[in-house]
């Protein structure tokens, strides 16, 4: 309350122009900007303004991204989401806050996170095909309409999330797939059918792919965001080498809305020894692949979209009984991956620098029954404004009849 008096007092006494207003307010953080929602109307909605919002990410592109870290069961049928924090990505990593996690399911058991995006995290269930968007730094989230095809038959489906840098409006987009296990081996996977959801109309339409024989991978296939394309490690189900099929990384565009395929690099013989991950190394799309004698390796793509740009960057050999799994790339340009403990049969945290050929252990240790995984974040204002703000009523379409429901943890972001 003293922060929120001497705020008003502020406001009282000095009348400053509307641009420099918004200059200096750009460049603080969330946390402060929402005190200052409570100092007057004007500011409150200027703070609030689709304007605001995108001029204070422009204005805090460049300072550091906390990571953010993601703990769930890694049992086949157990997905849950178990412990969820914010890390400082800087030498230390130190933990910048504990997150509590939305409810939007009952129980909250099969909750993956998809993606995230200018401060938006995606988060889907496994069995009852919900969506949900969440800013934890607003300590808000808004479940979103049902797909308007759930098919019963789907063995599992993917969820790619991101923004149209064109219209900057955030998409989510849902590949459905079954596939047919013979012998225990996987024959044949299928993709039934894509649909996307715009933020701007509150909507699920479908998307017409026609005969497109690219498929992703079965498991933990975490979606990368990159240029407005979230890409996924896949293979063409219809061309077989082998043991296996031939390796290609499935790409869905968010400014056309269509699907597309990039070239997987060299490494990749056949999906049987398609053990990749793809990550951002600076500015390029980038994979980590396991060879054969457990160094992983990571290749770049110098050039997006071009094949033979595709170049080995780096090896990183941390010995048979410690295989790593990577994760992603501090802005540093260390790698960060688990390295796994046999004293207590888990893994931990550690950043590789290839420089250095270094290792540092972070003392944040990864049970064996738990995943990690990580996910650049930006504290950012979206969804700050009620959802009748981010589309008129009329203009929701919820195909399953489910209505677009908004979850404000906090009493702060209940101001209308």
């Not at 069961?73 to 400082?88: A, F």
């Not at 990505?89 to 806050?97: Q, R």
């Not at 050999?317 to 046999?342: A, F, Q």
């Not at 204002?381 to 008129?392: A, C, E, Y």
């Amino acid at each position: 309350m003293e922060k929120e008096t001497k705020l008003k007092q502020m406001t009282l006494n000095y009348h400053l122009p509307a641009e420099l207003l918004t200059e200096i307010l750009s460049r603080l953080p969330v946390k402060t900007l929402l005190l200052c929602t409570s100092v007057s109307k004007s500011w409150y909605s200027l703070i609030t303004s689709p304007f605001f919002i995108t001029t204070h990410q422009l204005n805090n592109r460049n300072n550091p991204a906390p990571l953010l870290l993601l703990r769930y069961h890694g049992k086949m049928y157990d997905h849950s989401l178990r412990y969820c924090s914010l890390h400082y990505d800087i030498d230390t990593f130190e933990e910048f806050v504990e997150l509590d996690l939305p409810h939007i399911t009952k129980e909250n058991r099969y909750i993956r996170i998809a993606g995230t995006c200018n401060g938006l995290v995606c988060l889907y269930d496994l069995n009852e095909y919900i969506v949900a968007l969440w800013n934890p730094s607003l300590k808000k989230s808004i479940i979103l309409p049902k797909p308007c095809a759930v098919r019963k038959s789907c063995d599992f489906y993917h969820i790619g999330f991101g923004i149209d840098p064109i219209s900057n409006d955030y998409k989510i987009v849902r590949l459905a797939n079954t596939y047919l296990i013979l012998d225990g081996v996987l024959e044949l996977l299928t993709l039934l059918e894509v649909e996307l959801f715009e933020l701007s109309t509150g909507s699920w339409r479908n998307i017409n792919v026609g005969d497109y024989p690219y498929v992703i991978s079965p498991g933990n296939n975490q979606p990368v965001l990159f240029n407005g394309v979230v890409h996924w490690a896949g293979y063409n189900q219809k061309y077989k080498v082998g043991s296996g099929f031939h390796p290609f990384i499935v790409s869905f565009d968010m400014r056309n809305d269509t699907l597309g395929v990039v070239m997987a690099p060299p490494c990749a013989q056949n999906s049987q020894d398609w053990c990749a991950c793809i990550i951002l190394f600076g500015e390029s799309l980038s994979i980590f692949h396991r060879d054969v004698d457990h160094s992983c390796c990571l290749w770049v793509m110098k050039e997006y979209g071009v094949g033979s740009s595709w170049m080995k960057q780096l090896t990183i050999d941390l010995g048979k009984r410690s295989v790593g799994r990577p994760l992603c790339c501090s802005k540093n340009g260390d790698i960060l991956l688990e390295k796994r403990n046999w004293d207590y049969l888990g893994r931990d945290l550690v950043s590789y620098d290839p420089k250095t050929k270094l290792i540092k252990n972070f003392e944040i240790h990864v049970p064996a029954s738990l995943y990690l995984d990580t996910y650049e974040y930006k504290e950012s204002l979206v969804l700050t404004k009620s959802l009748n703000d981010l589309w008129r009523k009329e203009n929701v379409v919820a195909c399953q009849g489910t209505p677009v429901l908004p979850r404000e943890d906090d009493e702060v972001n209940k101001k209308n």
